[in-house]
């Protein structure tokens, strides 16, 4: 255990979560033949093989004799620049393996990634030499030229409108100049799509999934171009386009002629036969046999990649003998993975001998290539592959053929689950389908690659199994966009049919289980819940709840709107609808999501359609996988950053949902989708416009609580009633603070009781000012006196008292407020004044407190906060007979408050009636028509055409008001008062229920 709490910490902390998340954090402490065994005793048939190493299985008996036979011997691992014998012999192997006729030279080095690093070098070198000794002989010809011309002093015609020889020359040789440069800036390696080459920096260029790639781009300047498997004559066009071109003159007669010599940038082409990282996709028959037959006229080296096909994966020690790749002497062979027979690291560029660059050994080498040890192990694996008649590399094909016919068949069984199965020898691939008609769960991560991981960990689970997926299934891909999910099925040669049976009865199993739509007991082990063999080889079939709706084909615009799951439940109805079926704890349940959710992408999960005065709207849901509590909690620095990151995701996926026609003119953030952004401050809306929502929900708030206010027995009147603020220093409490400071009799602003809430607090108390002189300020424009004022409560007794302070205090003030435009500093001033003349009053005026103890007093109370605690406000908090109203989504009313609607008139504010009975239906959202203040206004914007961001960072009572009419002008009210799923109050007749 400590052992993995190390690689936790000191190794790859991110993947080793992902690892854990799904249960696949073992440790192996042993591997023997097709078997690798964990620390707590478990024997694992290994199907990844190390992703292609082990094809004489784990530890085989006699390299291991080898091993301890060098080592007995002392064998000189480090006898750098002398002769490495054993690497000769293990070079001049790998030759007669060959029969090509030629002869290649061997460059040893220690992985995958340097073999292919050492060809990409040595490809450029012998291509940079090239075009270097051509532009020394074309600026030696355009020299001659010159000096020809004038020291003969040969009149000369020269081209185009040149007439200056010395200037004609200086062009020509600066343009050759830019062209040698141009093959130094950006020499051009050319491969195929889905090609995986290593991760080194120029292996990388020529990898082809963009997510290992595109955060490395500027390392090198190589140029990638990639070709399509069925258009290999695309290669020609690219060597052809991406070249150099000389400029050199030519006397003919009295004339000069330019002409030109051309000099392809493409330096090599690199190719697997049949890709592994890529996901297992062997390129075509056809494909190969055009490379071959093109290959002479190309003259341009080409890269066999036998990393992972060669030493016998496919059934021989080079793949490509086996294609129609054979027909060429191919100029470089990469060989690593299986070479050292899984015991020991090392690689091999196989460089053709008459093209090799004698330099090259001089000046590419490494300390640890070419070791006697490792070079005896290699000898002695591909002696065991090749003995006995080839007897290892044939059964690679037989049991090769039995995984594949099997797999084939389960493919025919399943053909919703599985799209393809493919591959050669021992390399074999699983595709699954992207399950677009099971749930929610399987649509997504079947989508996102992720199911294949999850097979994995079941396989692992209760079968003792152990197949993985590429790597690249473990990376963030493309938002929204479909990333395969594969199984990569790679076992030793020595694998047996009994195994290969109990990989496909444990394979059956999980189909059945994802055939059946049951989500509970894919995951069940991954929340600590137990299954019986019963439970899991005869599954339940689950109805597929919430299929994707399609598209409406008329619509006149769309937005989109970001969610998350505001509790485990939302996650529950939506994601694991069987879960209701079967035992589950909801700690384990929130643990584990908190844990995957960092690995799922956000999911388009609902389209809906609002209907105003004839203009149809789309609006489009995208979830991202977070709960609240993961969202607020405190957390490292990178985490927090992920977090912006999905939620940009997400807002990326809700905008590539639009088109040409009808873009997403808008994209709402969502409960804490706004609040981990900063309000929306750190998401890039350049492209697509965004909004909090909060201007509507802080509208919506006020007005039902006004709503409430009248309705309750006995009425409130506001303009006497204390109010309290519960999260007055956040965004949304503190807008409404600064409204309710104009209307109500007094306000007191409640914070959360960090150390930080009273600053916070007082900071909200002053921008209360800055609204009540902005409105005095209007009214002195309008030459409103104080006796004639439409300030209220609090708003009307500050105006007062500042009439009652001192004559040149007030004078003073009133000039300032008609010359100043500086709100800050007039609320400054404003303070100052009610704090030296009439702090008591001030105090009592607005109260600051940075606990509950006066919502007891309170007439009325808002809640408007980030916490996630649904039990945050309690009954026995508030006065019998207040009103109060929680803006937060989740919500903060303790359930407490359903119990006693005849005492409190509590609800859930900020809800907004839909016009013309428009529904939005989704987990967590509210039924008969209602939504929340957020979306509606993401909404009304729509209808608005509002086409650029909104609420964006600190809210503004303009913001609000601004809201108000555009909310009106489309038919959008506020809603019924609900707590929970009760009504408590309808809007519309104004029918109090139960208060
Ligand atoms: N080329 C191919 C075809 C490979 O499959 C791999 C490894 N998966 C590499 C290169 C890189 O090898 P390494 O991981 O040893 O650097």
Same mark, same amino acid.
């Given at each position: 255990? #400590?052992?993995?709490?190390?690689?936790?910490?000191?190794?790859?902390?991110?993947?080793?979560?992902?690892?854990?998340?799904?249960?696949?954090?073992?440790?192996?402490?042993? %591997?023997?033949?097709?078997?690798?065994?964990?620390?707590?005793?478990?024997?694992?048939?290994?199907?990844?093989?190390?992703?292609?190493?082990?094809?004489?299985?784990?530890?085989?008996?006699?390299?291991?004799?080898?091993?301890?036979?060098?080592?007995?011997?002392?064998?000189?691992?480090?006898?750098?620049?002398?002769?490495?014998? !054993?690497?000769?012999?293990?070079?001049?192997?790998?030759?007669?393996?060959?029969?090509?006729?030629?002869?290649?030279?061997?460059?040893?080095?220690?992985?995958?990634?340097?073999?292919?690093?050492?060809?990409?070098?040595?490809?450029?070198?012998?291509?940079?030499?090239?075009?270097?000794?051509?532009?020394?002989?074309?600026?030696?010809?355009?020299?001659?030229?010159?000096?020809?011309?004038?020291?003969?002093?040969?009149?000369?015609?020269?081209?185009?409108?040149?007439?200056?020889?010395?200037?004609?020359?200086?062009?020509?040789?600066?343009?050759?100049?830019?062209?040698?440069?141009?093959?130094?800036?950006?020499?051009?390696?050319?491969?195929?799509?889905?090609?995986?080459?290593?991760?080194?920096?120029?292996?990388?260029?020529?990898?082809?999934?963009?997510?290992?790639? &595109?955060?490395?781009?500027?390392?090198?300047?190589?140029?990638?171009?990639?070709?399509?498997?069925?258009?290999?004559?695309?290669?020609?066009?690219?060597?052809?386009?991406? +070249?150099?071109?000389?400029?050199?003159?030519?006397?003919?007669?009295?004339?000069?002629?330019?002409?030109?010599?051309?000099?392809?940038?493409?330096?090599?082409?690199?190719?697997?036969?049949?890709?592994?990282?890529?996901?297992?996709?062997?390129?075509?028959?056809?494909?190969?046999?055009?490379?071959?037959?093109?290959?002479?006229?190309?003259?341009?080296?080409?890269?066999?990649?036998?990393?992972?096909?060669?030493?016998?994966?496919?059934?021989?020690?080079?793949?490509?003998?086996?294609?129609?790749?054979?027909?060429?002497?191919?100029?470089?062979?990469?060989?690593?993975?299986?070479?050292?027979?899984?015991?020991?690291?090392?690689?091999? #560029?196989?460089?053709?001998?008459?093209?090799?660059?004698?330099?090259?050994?001089?000046?590419?080498?490494? #300390?640890? +290539?070419?070791?006697?040890? @490792?070079?005896?192990?290699?000898?002695?694996?591909?002696?065991?592959?090749?003995?006995?008649?080839? !007897?290892?590399?044939?059964?690679?094909?037989?049991?090769?053929?039995?995984?594949?016919?099997? /797999?084939?068949?389960?493919?025919?069984?399943?053909?919703?689950?599985?799209?393809?199965?493919?591959?050669?020898?021992?390399?074999?691939?699983?595709?699954?389908?992207?399950?677009?008609?099971?749930?929610?769960?399987?649509?997504?991560?079947?989508?996102?690659?992720?199911?294949?991981?999850?097979? +994995?960990?079941? /396989?692992?689970?209760?079968?003792?199994?152990?197949?993985?997926?590429?790597?690249?299934?473990?990376?963030?891909?493309?938002?929204?966009?479909?990333?395969?999910?594969?199984?990569?099925?790679?076992?030793? %040669?020595?694998?047996?049919?009994?195994?290969?049976? =109990?990989?496909?009865? =444990?394979?059956?199993?999980?189909?059945?289980?994802?055939?059946?739509?049951?989500?509970?007991?894919?995951?069940?082990?991954?929340?600590?819940?137990?299954?019986?063999?019963?439970?899991?080889?005869?599954?339940?079939?689950?109805?597929?709840?919430?299929?994707?709706?399609?598209?409406? @084909?008329?619509?006149?615009?769309?937005?989109?709107?970001?969610?998350?799951?505001?509790?485990?439940?939302?996650?529950?109805?939506?994601?694991?609808?069987?879960?209701?079926?079967? !035992?589950?704890?909801?700690?384990?349940?929130?643990?584990?999501?908190?844990?995957?959710?960092?690995?799922? &992408?956000?999911?388009?999960?609902?389209?809906?359609?609002?209907?105003?005065?004839?203009?149809?709207?789309?609006?489009?849901?995208?979830?991202?996988?977070?709960?609240?509590?993961?969202?607020?909690?405190?957390?490292? +620095?990178?985490?927090?950053?992920?977090?912006?990151?999905?939620?940009? *995701?997400?807002?990326?996926?809700?905008?590539?949902?639009?088109?040409?026609?009808?873009?997403?003119?808008?994209?709402?953030?969502?409960?804490?989708?706004?609040?981990?952004?900063?309000?929306?401050?750190?998401?890039? *809306?350049?492209?697509?416009?965004?909004?909090?929502?909060?201007?509507?929900? %802080?509208?919506?708030?006020?007005?039902?609580?006004?709503?409430?206010?009248?309705?309750?027995?006995?009425?409130?009147?506001?303009?006497?009633?204390?109010?309290?603020?519960?999260?007055?220093?956040?965004?949304?409490?503190?807008?409404?603070?600064?409204?309710?400071? $104009?209307?109500?009799?007094?306000?007191?602003?409640?914070?959360?009781? @960090?150390?930080?809430?009273?600053?916070?607090?007082?900071?909200?108390?002053?921008?209360?000012?800055?609204?009540?002189?902005?409105?005095?300020? #209007?009214?002195?424009?309008?030459?409103?006196?104080?006796?004639?004022?439409?300030?209220?409560?609090?708003?009307?007794?500050?105006?007062?008292?500042?009439? @009652?302070?001192?004559?040149?205090?007030?004078?003073?003030?009133?000039?300032?407020?008609? !010359?100043?435009?500086?709100?800050?500093?007039?609320?400054?001033?404003?303070?100052?004044?009610?704090?030296?003349?009439?702090?008591?009053?001030?105090?009592?005026?607005?109260?600051?407190?940075?606990?509950?103890?006066?919502?007891?007093?309170?007439?009325?109370?808002?809640? %408007?906060?980030?916490?996630? *605690? *649904?039990?945050?406000?309690?009954?026995?908090?508030?006065?019998?007979?207040?009103?109060?109203?929680?803006?937060?989504?989740?919500?903060?009313?303790?359930?407490?408050?359903?119990? &006693?609607?005849?005492?409190?008139?509590?609800?859930?504010?900020?809800?907004?009636?839909?016009?013309?009975?428009?529904?939005?239906?989704?987990?967590?959202?509210?039924?008969?028509?209602?939504?929340?203040?957020? /979306?509606?206004?993401?909404?009304?914007?729509?209808?608005?055409?509002?086409?650029?961001?909104?609420?964006?960072?600190?809210?503004?009572?303009?913001?609000?008001?601004?809201?108000?009419?555009?909310?009106?002008?489309?038919?959008?009210?506020?809603?019924? $008062?609900?707590?929970?799923?009760?009504?408590?109050?309808?809007?519309?007749?104004?029918?109090?229920?139960?208060?």
């Amino acid at each position: 255990m #400590t052992v993995q709490h190390n690689y936790n910490d000191f190794c790859k902390p991110k993947l080793n979560k992902l690892l854990s998340a799904l249960k696949l954090d073992k440790n192996y402490i042993k %591997a023997e033949g097709n078997y690798l065994f964990t620390d707590d005793g478990k024997e694992v048939i290994d199907f990844v093989g190390g992703f292609g190493v082990s094809i004489l299985g784990h530890n085989h008996p006699t390299l291991i004799n080898e091993m301890k036979a060098a080592l007995d011997n002392r064998v000189a691992i480090n006898s750098q620049c002398s002769v490495r014998s !054993e690497s000769a012999n293990l070079a001049q192997l790998l030759n007669e393996y060959i029969d090509n006729g030629q002869n290649y030279k061997v460059n040893f080095s220690n992985s995958g990634a340097e073999s292919v690093e050492a060809a990409i070098k040595h490809a450029y070198k012998v291509h940079f030499d090239k075009v270097r000794r051509e532009y020394e002989r074309i600026t030696r010809i355009l020299n001659d030229f010159y000096y020809k011309v004038e020291r003969e002093g040969i009149d000369v015609e020269l081209p185009g409108d040149e007439n200056d020889l010395i200037d004609f020359r200086n062009d020509l040789d600066e343009y050759n100049l830019n062209q040698f440069e141009s093959f130094q800036k950006s020499p051009v390696i050319a491969g195929l799509k889905g090609s995986y080459h290593g991760k080194t920096c120029s292996p990388l260029k020529v990898t082809f999934n963009k997510s290992y790639r &595109e955060g490395f781009e500027g390392l090198s300047s190589i140029q990638s171009a990639f070709v399509d498997h069925d258009k290999p004559e695309r290669l020609k066009e690219l060597v052809n386009e991406m +070249a150099c071109v000389f400029y050199y003159p030519v006397l003919v007669g009295g004339k000069v002629e330019i002409h030109t010599l051309k000099i392809t940038r493409v330096m090599a082409f690199i190719m697997e036969t049949l890709q592994g990282e890529g996901g297992i996709k062997p390129v075509p028959e056809e494909t190969l046999s055009q490379l071959a037959s093109i290959h002479d006229e190309l003259k341009i080296p080409f890269i066999i990649d036998e990393i992972q096909t060669g030493c016998g994966r496919l059934g021989s020690i080079y793949s490509y003998q086996n294609t129609a790749l054979n027909a060429i002497a191919p100029e470089y062979i990469t060989l690593s993975k299986s070479l050292g027979g899984g015991l020991v690291k090392i690689g091999a #560029t196989l460089i053709r001998g008459d093209i090799y660059d004698q330099d090259f050994g001089i000046l590419h080498t490494s #300390t640890f +290539a070419e070791d006697d040890l @490792s070079a005896r192990v290699a000898i002695k694996a591909l002696e065991l592959l090749k003995e006995n008649d080839s !007897e290892l590399l044939k059964r690679v094909n037989v049991q090769g053929g039995k995984l594949l016919s099997s /797999l084939e068949t389960l493919q025919k069984r399943y053909p919703e689950i599985i799209k393809n199965v493919r591959g050669k020898g021992l390399m074999i691939g699983v595709e699954l389908t992207p399950l677009r008609s099971r749930s929610p769960f399987f649509r997504a991560t079947g989508k996102q690659g992720v199911l294949s991981m999850l097979v +994995a960990s079941y /396989l692992l689970e209760y079968h003792n199994i152990r197949l993985l997926a590429p790597l690249t299934t473990m990376l963030k891909g493309n938002p929204g966009k479909n990333r395969m999910s594969i199984l990569r099925v790679q076992p030793p %040669a020595t694998i047996t049919d009994e195994e290969i049976d =109990a990989l496909l009865t =444990a394979f059956t199993e999980v189909l059945d289980i994802i055939q059946s739509n049951n989500e509970y007991l894919l995951v069940a082990h991954l929340i600590e819940q137990k299954l019986s063999p019963e439970q899991r080889q005869t599954p339940v079939t689950m109805e597929v709840k919430w299929p994707f709706n399609e598209e409406q @084909s008329h619509i006149d615009a769309r937005t989109g709107f970001i969610v998350h799951p505001t509790k485990v439940q939302h996650l529950i109805d939506y994601f694991f609808p069987s879960f209701e079926r079967y !035992e589950w704890s909801e700690s384990a349940m929130k643990g584990w999501w908190n844990n995957i959710a960092r690995f799922l &992408e956000p999911v388009h999960v609902k389209r809906n359609y609002i209907t105003s005065r004839d203009f149809i709207l789309e609006n489009n849901l995208v979830f991202v996988p977070y709960l609240p509590e993961y969202l607020v909690q405190e957390k490292e +620095a990178y985490l927090e950053q992920e977090v912006r990151d999905k939620v940009q *995701d997400a807002v990326t996926i809700a905008k590539e949902l639009g088109d040409d026609n009808i873009p997403v003119s808008i994209i709402g953030l969502g409960a804490y989708s706004s609040i981990v952004t900063n309000n929306g401050i750190t998401v890039n *809306d350049y492209e697509s416009p965004i909004t909090t929502g909060n201007a509507y929900t %802080a509208a919506l708030t006020l007005q039902g609580m006004m709503f409430a206010a009248n309705n309750v027995q006995p009425p409130i009147d506001i303009t006497q009633a204390e109010v309290s603020v519960v999260g007055a220093a956040g965004n949304i409490g503190s807008v409404l603070s600064q409204i309710l400071a $104009l209307q109500v009799g007094r306000l007191c602003l409640v914070g959360s009781g @960090s150390s930080t809430s009273e600053l916070r607090l007082k900071y909200a108390r002053k921008t209360c000012l800055a609204e009540i002189i902005k409105a005095i300020k #209007t009214e002195l424009n309008a030459g409103v006196t104080f006796e004639h004022t439409q300030l209220a409560g609090v708003g009307k007794r500050v105006y007062e008292l500042i009439l @009652s302070s001192g004559e040149s205090q007030q004078l003073k003030f009133f000039n300032d407020v008609q !010359e100043q435009a500086d709100i800050d500093y007039l609320s400054k001033q404003l303070d100052l004044i009610l704090t030296q003349y009439h702090s008591d009053e001030y105090e009592q005026l607005f109260l600051i407190r940075a606990d509950f103890s006066q919502l007891k007093s309170s007439d009325i109370v808002v809640v %408007a906060t980030n916490s996630p *605690d *649904d039990e945050l406000i309690k009954t026995d908090m508030v006065r019998p007979g207040a009103v109060v109203c929680c803006a937060s989504v989740p919500s903060n009313l303790s359930q407490s408050f359903e119990k &006693e609607t005849n005492k409190y008139l509590a609800f859930d504010g900020g809800l907004s009636a839909l016009p013309e009975q428009s529904e939005i239906k989704f987990v967590g959202m509210p039924e008969n028509g209602l939504a929340y203040g957020c /979306l509606a206004e993401t909404l009304i914007l729509g209808f608005e055409g509002q086409n650029h961001s909104f609420c964006k960072g600190p809210l503004s009572s303009e913001h609000v008001y601004q809201v108000m009419s555009m909310a009106e002008e489309h038919g959008f009210e506020l809603g019924n $008062l609900k707590l929970n799923n009760n009504v408590l109050l309808t809007t519309k007749d104004s029918t109090t229920v139960n208060a």
